[in-house]
């Protein structure tokens, strides 16, 4: 793995970033551009495409972070940016939190969008892991859609009352459904965080899937890829993964100030003729769902509950949970 740096004075303007990145193709910018995407550091999609690419190591997505940061430092710890009212209204101190099944060493921690997207499969698979291998369940929010704003002391302080609960309930092991969860947490937590599919593994629980339509890999785990390993045991073969794609067009909070270039994922994608794909991120399947994609979480169909992302009710199968 290529060694990583912020320092953007390295930039030898080979443009690959930009080829890769249509927020910088938008804006016709590399990552040489402090002034300007500092000046726009909210309107980038944050999927680290650019990194990626960069044969300088220039670590595009962090970059931008820090933008972020030193402007919520600079308006007295408010983000600067409007439109972003609702989701810190649920997610600074997260509405929906539930802890009342925590009774367990090992938890599964569904993040926010499966239950919001697939409860049915949420609900069933909770059961089975409490039948089979005593494991409880809780709800909560990572923190880490208020980081991406750059609310670096929200952030702190929504992984250490994570870390507490965990402590107060005596949680050895945390087993996560959602890939940004895991990659945000996993660094920050004292407690052993696995992937679902790891544990679904252990207790030989779920079928295997054919291949016919291509996988997309979510953005946190396109570089190391350590989800896709654990898939392999529900693949029949390797499946034919998409190509192109910077990101669902999700992430960042940047939908908010780039609706258009939100929808180009799915746009690019039915050009290329692909409009059904298999992920494991309900986050974006739900974006993708929303733009004429048919995207089909993995666990679902491991489990054959058939659940197809429920959109038009997401916020209130949220809600439910909290209640559970």
Not at 272 to 279: H, P
Request: aromatic share 8%; charged share 30%; hydrophobic share 30%.
């Amino acid at each position: 793995m290529k060694s990583k740096t912020t320092d953007i004075s390295q930039c030898i303007h080979c443009g690959k970033c930009r080829e890769h990145c249509l927020f910088l193709d938008k804006y016709k910018m590399d990552l040489s551009e402090g002034e300007k995407l500092r000046e726009l550091a909210y309107h980038c999609f944050l999927c680290g495409r650019c990194g990626q690419v960069c044969p300088k190591g220039i670590d595009g997505r962090e970059v931008i972070l820090q933008y972020r940061r030193e402007c919520v430092e600079e308006n007295q710890g408010v983000v600067p940016e409007k439109g972003y009212g609702m989701l810190l209204r649920e997610k600074s101190s997260y509405l929906f939190k539930n802890y009342r099944h925590a009774s367990a060493k090992r938890i599964l921690f569904p993040g926010c969008n499966f239950p919001s997207l697939y409860p049915e499969t949420l609900t069933k698979l909770s059961r089975m892991l409490e039948e089979q291998a005593g494991i409880g369940m809780v709800l909560d929010c990572c923190g880490k859609p208020v980081a991406e704003l750059g609310l670096e002391k929200a952030k702190e302080r929504i992984i250490g009352e994570i870390q507490m609960a965990l402590d107060r309930y005596g949680i050895e092991e945390v087993v996560m459904l959602c890939p940004n969860c895991y990659y945000f947490l996993k660094p920050q937590l004292r407690q052993k965080v696995t992937s679902i599919y790891e544990v679904l593994r252990e207790l030989g629980i779920g079928r295997k899937i054919k291949a016919g339509i291509p996988l997309y890999i979510p953005c946190p785990d396109r570089e190391d890829e350590e989800w896709v390993k654990t898939l392999k045991p529900f693949l029949e073969e390797d499946i034919k993964r998409t190509e192109g794609i910077q990101c669902c067009g999700l992430g960042g909070c940047a939908g908010v100030k780039e609706p258009e270039l939100a929808g180009e994922p799915s746009v690019i994608l039915k050009e290329a003729g692909c409009t059904e794909l298999y992920t494991y991120c309900a986050s974006c399947c739900g974006q993708f769902r929303r733009n004429g994609i048919d995207a089909k979480h993995l666990l679902p169909e491991i489990l054959q509950t058939g659940e197809k992302p429920d959109v038009a009710k997401s916020l209130f199968n949220r809600a439910k949970w909290k209640l559970k």
